[in-house]
């Protein structure tokens, strides 16, 4: 066969080129139908993703307006949340709670909401836990009822008391771990006797029992001397001045308490001891709410034979974030911390959700406030979700000499 090319030459093709060139067009024409079937899977399939997303954001868009009006309404509020942690003591760990909150008076759009917390968390290391803080607000915050309450079953660690002590020794299957039991429960109630000043009285009982011992403990004179099993039952009598706009989430104000714990036999304990103990809280917004500086002292002490398990601990979720919880105990010790807080901005200029934190403190403990010394340095970064006005979902990511932790909880760490 003769044919013209385009240029005007001519060429000759045979026959089994002609049929070459047929399946060559028959394949184009399939691969042509195949990439659009394929266009058009993947336009449809991007749709429905594209529908999924809007489906998404638009139940985040309703729920969050449910949520205003039932708040601005003074109406009641759960919020959930679950998610994974690590802490230095429990290692590995998920971690979930509720979060219940309330007004105690609708017509009272200035009172501070209520809050009925419970976290929960399993660990890595076999540690359970449950703990509750509950604060309600009565009679236009003339009455504050609140009450902790506390109960684990963990593979803890001991490494006796005092610095010397506890900074000298490695941790170890072999060396601090054991296994306790703890419950606590401490009912509290404060009434206002002058503006932001208030008196108070709670009950604590708790009881520490432990199961299985370390080297050190078998060794410890105090461990010796109090044993496996100690039940505390006594009252705190406390006098604070509180100037804060949200306990839970200030933005500015003053806080400062002094209390007074008796533990005693006589309430139906088996342990005998005084506690002493001051905290200092300030607050100051920067240039707008939801730009905040926080600063924290605090300071306890114990008198008489004081159990183990009630000695000053430095390290938890709310003093030097990122230390083990135990490993430095005495009679007394001191904490002072330093923290920024931000809630970003969203595209309008208003105050989002989403906010940073970060912190700079230290600590120690020593047998008498007079012994402080060898000070404890400690720093860290958290992120926070803003759950409902002013309750956020806190992670926080701390550092210590040594170890380090991941917090989750609500509400601010002081």
């Not at 299985?212 to 006594?234: H, R, V, W």
């Amino acid at each position: 066969m003769i044919k013209v090319d385009f240029k005007g030459n001519f060429c000759f093709r045979r026959r089994d080129d002609i049929q070459t060139g047929y399946v060559k067009s028959v394949l184009f024409k399939l691969v042509l139908s195949l990439i659009c079937c394929v266009f058009l899977i993947n336009k449809d399939t991007l749709a429905q993703k594209a529908s999924l997303k809007d489906r998404i954001q638009n139940y985040m868009e309703a729920r969050q307006i449910k949520k205003d009006s039932l708040i601005s309404a003074g109406k009641p509020f759960l919020s959930v949340f679950a998610g994974p942690g690590y802490t230095p003591e429990a290692g590995l760990l998920i971690g979930g709670g509720l979060l219940y909150t309330f007004t105690t008076d609708p017509k009272q759009p200035d009172l501070q909401r209520s809050s009925i917390p419970l976290l929960g968390m399993i660990s890595s290391r076999g540690n359970i836990g449950l703990s509750s803080t509950i604060n309600t607000f009565w009679l236009g915050d003339r009455l504050r009822v609140k009450l902790i309450t506390k109960v684990s079953n963990v593979n803890d660690d001991y490494f006796g008391i005092g610095y010397e002590t506890n900074s000298s020794l490695s941790r170890g299957k072999e060396t601090t771990a054991y296994n306790r039991v703890y419950f606590q429960f401490q009912p509290r109630v404060d009434f206002r006797i002058l503006p932001h000043l208030y008196l108070g009285l709670s009950y604590l009982y708790s009881s520490f029992n432990v199961k299985e011992t370390n080297p050190i403990m078998n060794e410890d004179p105090n461990y010796l001397a109090f044993g496996p099993k100690i039940k505390e039952s006594g009252l705190v009598y406390s006098l604070t001045y509180d100037s804060r706009d949200v306990v839970v989430n200030a933005y500015k104000g003053f806080y400062a308490a002094i209390s007074y714990y008796n533990s005693s036999k006589h309430l139906g304990g088996n342990q005998d001891f005084d506690v002493m103990d001051m905290d200092l809280r300030y607050y100051k917004t920067i240039n707008r709410p939801g730009n905040t500086l926080a600063f924290r002292w605090y300071g306890r002490r114990a008198y008489g034979e004081v159990p183990y398990s009630a000695m000053t601990l430095i390290g938890d979720t709310s003093i030097l974030r990122g230390y083990l919880n135990g490993q430095y105990r005495d009679k007394a010790g001191v904490a002072m911390v330093g923290e920024w807080r931000y809630m970003f901005l969203d595209k309008t200029g208003n105050k989002s959700k989403h906010g940073i934190s970060t912190w700079l403190g230290a600590g120690t403990v020593a047998n008498d406030l007079g012994e402080l010394e060898h000070w404890l340095p400690n720093l860290g970064l958290g992120y926070r979700l803003e759950l409902q006005p002013r309750m956020n979902l806190r992670v926080d990511f701390g550092l210590g000499k040594k170890s380090s932790g991941l917090y989750f909880n609500f509400s601010e760490a002081f």
